[in-house]
């Protein structure tokens, strides 16, 4: 049953898909569920807005669904990635093998996996066995059809000898930002105390092999940034590496706040020991079981699939084939065309938003950039009732855009013209942009001397 699913959802637009994710995750988002309460309270923690917790879900819904298109994303003309940190990616593949290479469940880890192996790089991961095996399975198949090798932890487990054999053959990657299970030193990571793992560090120590920090950040839908840093460049010692690490994090979440898992109990663990309870981590909030937000994203994807695409799909299926064409006018042509069937579907369900697709719209008007016309798409979804959360994220997009283009007062102004919508995040960056300017006109002075 569940592969007769994934093998169904595989023949829809990715696009449509991928927004369908966003949205079943945003839903979850407004649950009554441990986890959801945990995002919240964790948040607040660290000094960011509780509201985020809707878009941390939704980005995690977007990232699960597109999962099954890995393969399809990676060779999509519109992939577009941005280097920060290194220079030529081929020549920092042949210098990095043998090294070891941290991460985190932040922006699409998985992407970063299988865009390392299409790129001609042999990478080995470590996970834990999953309890439900119709499920191991299906992960498994993923990430191998991705050219990723997986480690899994069992009781004949010998983990230095694969971690070596790993090493031989390219590199080795590990996610050491959960309170887990493993060894881990305490550091602090949003000036909180963490149980940071430990082990791979120490491994690589003893190896005297380089480490590396890499996490893929999400710019917009087709548009992602690799963020790359040599840990082990200025420092041997194991406290001092994963204190990099773990800024190096903070920093990438501040600025990509959504992108990482809030909703995992970052600060379970106590510095004596204690491993607290999820009441008591909550302060006397019950836990609830974690199945029922997988239920109900399961049977959400299986409602909205069907119900989406009856009427007439063959306009929302011309609309994808020219976009991914960058065929913009005709494919603009047929969203709008779309939209006119949906709305005149006699018994469409109450939740179902034809004008959804104007976000669509925008997003083309967003690739030719053409700022205002995608600006003013936005911000008609926003009016024909697309929650405001998904037209702000578009908003921030498109001062990505310009700064992208070095119009660093175009996006700072258009930042400001939107401030009020989501004030914590955007005040720190107008704050970044305004530096930039400053060190731009401080630049541009010394060049006329």
């Given at each position: ?17 991928s ?25 607040t ?24 298109f ?20 081929e ?44 499920f ?58 963490a149980?940071t ?65 809030w909703f ?58 020219y976009?991914?064409k ?37 997003d ?25 959360t ?6 921030r997009?498109?001062a ?24 914590l ?25």
């Open positions: 049953m569940l592969r007769a699913l994934i093998s169904f959802i595989r023949l829809l637009p990715l696009s449509f898909v927004n369908c994710g966003w949205c079943c995750g945003w839903l979850i988002g407004q649950l009554p569920l441990s986890e959801v309460k945990v995002c919240r309270q964790q948040l923690l660290v000094g960011l807005p509780a509201r985020l917790t809707p878009r941390v879900f939704a980005h995690f819904g977007r990232i699960i669904c597109e999962s099954l890995i393969n399809r994303i990676l060779s999509d003309k519109k992939f577009n990635l941005k280097l920060d940190g290194i220079d030529n990616l020549n920092f593949l042949k210098e990095a093998r043998g090294s070891l290479f941290l991460t985190a469940h932040f922006g699409n880890w998985e992407l970063l996996a299988a865009f390392a192996a299409r790129s001609g790089f042999k990478l080995t991961t470590i996970a834990r066995r999953l309890r439900k095996p119709n191991q399975k299906i992960i498994e198949d993923l990430r191998l059809g991705s050219g990723i090798d997986i480690i899994w932890r069992d009781k004949s487990f010998s983990f230095t000898q694969k971690f070596d054999q790993a090493l031989a053959v390219g590199g080795f990657a590990g996610l050491i930002d959960q309170d887990t299970n493993v060894r881990g030193v305490f550091l602090p990571f949003f000036e909180v105390a149980n793992p430990s082990t791979l560090v120490n491994l690589a120590l003893q190896r005297k092999i380089k480490i590396y920090a890499a996490f893929l950040a999400r710019k917009s839908l087709h548009d992602y940034r690799l963020v790359i840093r040599e840990l082990s460049k200025n420092s041997s010692d194991i406290k001092q590496i994963l204190l990099d690490y773990n800024k190096m994090l903070e920093d990438l979440i501040r600025e990509y706040p959504e992108q990482w898992c995992h109990k970052r600060w379970r663990t106590r510095p004596n020991g204690e491993k607290l309870s999820t009441r008591n981590y909550l302060d006397k909030i019950k836990r609830s079981a974690l199945n029922l937000a997988a239920a109900l994203s399961f049977f959400a994807i299986i409602a909205i699939f069907p119900l989406g695409c009856s009427g007439n799909p063959n306009n929302l299926k011309l609309a994808e084939e976009a991914a960058k065929e913009w006018s005709k494919a603009i042509r047929h969203y709008y065309a779309h939209i006119n069937d949906r709305n005149l579907v006699k018994n469409r369900p109450d939740w179902e938003n034809p004008y959804f697709y104007l976000i669509a719209i925008g083309i008007h967003l690739e030719e950039k053409k700022y205002k016309l995608a600006l003013d798409r936005y911000l008609e979804a926003e009016a024909k009732g697309i929650p405001q998904l037209v702000t994220d578009r908003i997009l498109i990505a855009k310009l700064k992208d283009d070095g119009a660093l007062k175009d996006a700072f102004e258009h930042l400001k013209k939107f401030k009020d919508r989501d004030s995040i955007f005040d720190g960056l107008l704050d970044s942009l305004a530096k930039q300017i400053t060190q731009t006109e401080e630049q541009e002075k010394q060049n006329q001397k």
